[in-house]
């Protein structure tokens, strides 16, 4: 039973939410909203920026590794 009740009282508390934000503080609410789209683009390309920085070092990481390879299995055929 408790987890009924539990169930009910978040989805009584999310109407309550979106029925405040909706009708009561739409203004405040969209002022948030719009607040926190310069945050989120920023950290969004930083962490692409980190993706392709890091991307990229794979990449070069790797080539040299294939090209060791190369030498020590052209060394040993020798």
Known sequence: MGKVLAIIIGLIAMAGGIILAVF????EFY???FGFIPPILFFAGLIALVAGITGIKDAMRT????AEEQVEAEEKKE
């Open 63 to 66: 080539k040299k590794l294939e």
């Open 24 to 27: 009561v503080w739409w203004r």
């Open 31 to 33: 002022e948030l909203v």
